[in-house]
């Protein structure tokens, strides 16, 4: 006899076996000589050795369809259970550049060739700096290349964090604790988790550390290791607060610094530690620059638009600006 026990990680058990355990209780009836027991996201399975194995490889496609499509049917536990020996066929094979397969079957994946190019990237190094407008995604992407790395147990976390600086804003004026005060600056970073991980499971990850969500003040003097680290609006870092958290990398971690340097926020006299990062990080090993523009927003049409605009009108009064400078001579 052999036993093995299966850990329900990614998906909710009740998405899994059902409710009142109707589909816990199909696959029950798919394989009678096996004793298969459930305790909370834990599945315990005994019998025949090739029994039990061939049940866990097919169990394990059950779970990836869940994750992937939201749901399982009966029709859908029959294909794969009983179905043909290709994985991929009761699957439906999955586009090759899906990152993570969200709750209810969401497929977060890369669109334009500049996120694409942050993927590629960030497999090839351990630190990727991506910039570039609001809306060209570097956010999301970020995040979902952290909750990838984190379901597939490259790293043992996800650190998350962002200056808490922010145009006309000051946390002392902001009602609430510190928690309360932080959160709101911190909310573009929550948004992205939800769409790519259930809610209890999210839960369980803020509340156990695997993931993490902090301003960026909170990171001195650690040492980040086994994880993946997101430092969001990086054109908001002093160049000290910059340099402190590029040092913060340990073994086996991965980082990516997002950043939009025209929507600078630091008082006029401080400068952006990401403008010096660009000056002297580009030609490091290890390190690699990704610039997002405006034909990588992903948000309203309006949103390119206004990017345009502003982009040319930046050009016009630099252009305005030399030939004041420069009058033409005599």
């Known amino acids: 006899m052999s036993e093995q026990i299966i850990q329900i990680e ?17 696959m029950k009836s798919l394989f009678p000589k096996l ?20 049940f866990v490889q097919r169990f394990e496609l059950i779970m990836v369809h ?11 536990i029959d294909q794969v259970m009983i179905g043909e020996s290709d994985r991929e066929t009761p699957l439906r094979k999955a586009d090759q550049d899906v990152l993570v397969y969200g709750p209810g079957g969401l497929l977060v994946r890369a669109i334009t060739a500049n996120q694409k190019a942050m993927v590629r990237s960030i497999e090839e190094n351990d630190m990727v700096f991506a910039i570039g407008p609001a809306g060209t995604g570097k956010t999301y992407t970020a995040v979902a290349l952290a909750v990838r790395a984190l379901k597939n147990r490259q790293v043992k976390r996800i650190i998350l964090t962002r200056p808490a600086v922010e145009a006309g804003e000051n946390l002392g004026f902001l009602p609430g604790d510190m928690k309360e005060k932080l959160d709101p600056y911190l909310q573009p970073l929550y948004d992205a988790l939800r769409d790519m991980l259930p809610t209890q499971k999210l839960l369980t990850y803020l509340e156990d550390g695997t993931i993490e969500v902090a301003p960026l003040a909170f990171m001195r003097g650690r040492t980040l290791d086994n994880a993946f680290a997101i430092l969001d609006e990086a054109q908001n870092a002093t160049r000290s607060q910059l340099k402190m958290f590029l040092t913060r990398m340990g073994k086996s971690a991965k980082f990516i610094i997002n950043g939009d340097i025209t929507q600078i926020d630091l008082p006029a006299r401080q400068p952006s530690g990401l403008l010096q990062a660009m000056d002297i990080l580009q030609q490091v090993e290890g390190i690699n620059f990704i610039f997002l523009d405006e034909k990588d927003v992903v948000r309203h049409k309006l949103v390119t638009r206004i990017i345009t605009a502003y982009k040319k009108n930046l050009e016009n009064s630099t252009q305005s600006h030399t030939n004041e400078s420069n009058p033409p001579t005599v």
């Open 35 to 54: 004793k298969i027991i459930a305790r909370g996201n834990f599945l315990k399975i005994v019998g025949e050795p090739e029994e039990v194995d061939f």
């Open 10 to 26: 990614q998906v909710s058990p009740i998405d899994i076996f059902g409710a009142s355990d109707v589909h816990l209780e199909h």
């Open 66 to 76: 869940c994750e992937r499509f939201g749901k399982i049917t009966d029709t859908v």
